[in-house]
């Protein structure tokens, strides 16, 4: 790539001394034109005649008049042309096809790979779809099983209530009884200790003899199973 500046520039130089050639040889004045002008009108006329209307197509690169022939110059173009087709000219046209083929194919890449970022977008898209509809399905079936568990729990936690409930009053039940029991117990205990005191202040120990006497009396006259089975 950095040959082709180079090139142009030697192309360039080339076609300007190739023009500037042909304006020397085409602005040459004519030979002996320092002669009075009576005496070169009629050879100037004779060998402009002799000569076509003064153009020459086949002479020296410089000849009598001091003007390039035409054919060399024709010539000298076509060499010029041909250098720089050979130089510049083929070499542009390699790199423009080069680089027209290296873009098209960068081009028909990002194409691809557009198409295959559509694709995956596309993929996404489905995918994000089916996650909503997943994602509705699982809310849906974890409020149903909320709900479940709600009614469970609540109705577990009545049960326990009334369980604890229940228990409470049996407790409750079995405590008065017990405090019912004891006062009972309390209460007889205060009578006969009372009517202990009474007896003894109203019985005297005569009494007392004669009871002990009577008891054991109806003790040995009463049956032996009688006996053993007698008042406590």
Same mark, same amino acid.
């Given at each position: ?114 198409? $295959? ?19 509705? !399905? ?23 209530? !009334? ?44 009494? $007392? ?24």
């Amino acid at each position: 790539m950095s040959r082709i500046p180079r090139v142009m520039s030697f192309a360039t130089w080339l076609a300007l001394a190739n023009l500037a050639l042909a304006n020397v040889a085409l602005a040459a004045p004519a030979h002996g034109e320092a002669a009075p002008a009576a005496h070169a009108a009629a050879p100037a006329a004779g060998h402009e005649a002799a000569h076509g209307g003064g153009i020459e197509w086949i002479s020296p690169i410089f000849g009598n008049t001091g003007k390039t022939g035409l054919l060399w110059i024709l010539i000298n173009f076509a060499v010029l042309m041909w250098l720089l087709e050979k130089l510049l000219f083929s070499k542009l046209r390699a790199s423009t096809a080069r680089k027209s083929d290296e873009i098209k194919s960068q081009l028909d890449r990002a194409s691809a790979a557009r198409e $295959q970022a559509e694709g995956v977008m596309k993929d996404v898209r489905a995918r994000l779809a089916r996650m909503d509809g997943e994602v509705e !399905e699982i809310l849906t079936e974890a409020r149903s099983r909320a709900a479940a568990d709600r009614s469970r729990i609540i109705a577990a936690a009545e049960a326990e209530a !009334e369980r604890i409930r229940q228990s409470a009053i049996a407790a409750a039940e079995r405590e008065g009884e017990l405090r019912r029991r004891q006062l009972e117990k309390e209460i007889v205990d205060r009578a006969v200790a009372r009517a202990e005191v009474l007896l003894r202040e109203r019985i005297g120990a005569a009494d $007392q003899v004669r009871m002990v006497d009577d008891y054991i009396r109806q003790a040995a006259s009463a049956p032996l199973g009688a006996a053993e089975g007698g008042p406590s």
